[in-house]
């Protein structure tokens, strides 16, 4: 089974600055169609996860360009910069390329 | 807009059985394929299963496999989540979740629906 490891578990932030999470995996992410199949989540408190990133750097439909991801093989990030207080919650890898396994999470806090 | 409402949580002793089901709508329920993905108190996220467009196609993680059954009805734009012999370890947030076009990830989610398995 695919291992998805993300670090750190809780990343404290202030407001404005920038931030980055990592993301490994136990296996290459490149699947036999050529492409990678890593995405991003947040999870904001009491609310379920919505979709940031798919395809290690694509943003989805409405995401800001705050929000950037990138990565290869088995080390991705995800960066958000100017951060604001709606991006507080927890953030969870997903990669897609052999079944599908979440990362642990990463706590974004003030 | 994409609408996904999960029901049929609750409180049910181990061993025993609990059906729930996800109502969609704002998209051609038909075109997607759908799945489950739970959430453990204070834990992380798990994929539960997952199911083809048509139905014809299901899949599931190790641990629910001959214990959990995911279903779908286009007509009533619905999909189920049958859970039989329940742990204590089955115990979560149950999220319906839609995968995108392709199937490769999850694009909309329901507010999920809690699963307590205790006696």
């Known amino acids: 089974d695919i291992l998805m490891t993300q670090t750190p578990v809780s990343l404290p932030v202030s407001l404005g600055g920038q931030v980055s999470i990592s993301c490994r995996s136990s296996?290459?992410?490149?699947?036999?169609?050529?492409?990678?199949?890593l995405h991003w989540y947040l999870q904001k408190p009491g609310q379920s996860p919505q979709l940031l990133i798919y395809?290690?750097?694509n943003r989805f439909s409405g995401v800001p360009d705050r929000f950037s991801g990138s990565g290869s093989g088995t080390d991705f990030t995800l960066k958000i910069s100017r951060v604001e207080p709606e991006d507080l919650g927890v953030y969870y890898c997903?990669?897609?390329?052999?079944?599908?396994?979440f990362g642990g999470g990463t706590k974004l806090e003030l | 807009e994409v609408h996904l409402v999960e029901s049929g949580g609750g409180l049910v002793q181990p061993g025993r059985s609990l059906k729930l089901s996800c109502a969609a709508s704002?998209?051609?329920?038909?075109?997607?394929?759908m799945a489950w993905v739970r959430q453990a108190p204070t834990k992380g996220l798990e994929w539960v299963a997952s199911i083809s467009f048509g139905g014809g196609s299901t899949y599931y993680r190790d641990s629910v496999k001959g214990r959990f059954t995911i279903s779908r009805d286009n007509g009533k734009n619905t999909q189920y989540l049958q859970m039989d012999s329940l742990r204590s370890e089955d115990t979560a947030t149950y999220y319906c979740?839609?995968?995108?076009?392709?199937?490769?990830?999850?694009?909309?989610w329901g507010p999920g629906t809690m699963v307590t398995v205790s006696s």
């Open positions: 395809r290690v750097s």
């Open positions: 296996q290459s992410l490149v699947h036999s169609d050529g492409d990678t199949h």
């Open positions: 979740a839609r995968h995108e076009e392709l199937g490769w990830y999850f694009d909309f």
């Open positions: 997903l990669q897609s390329t052999h079944f599908r396994t």
């Open positions: 704002g998209f051609i329920f038909s075109d997607y394929g």
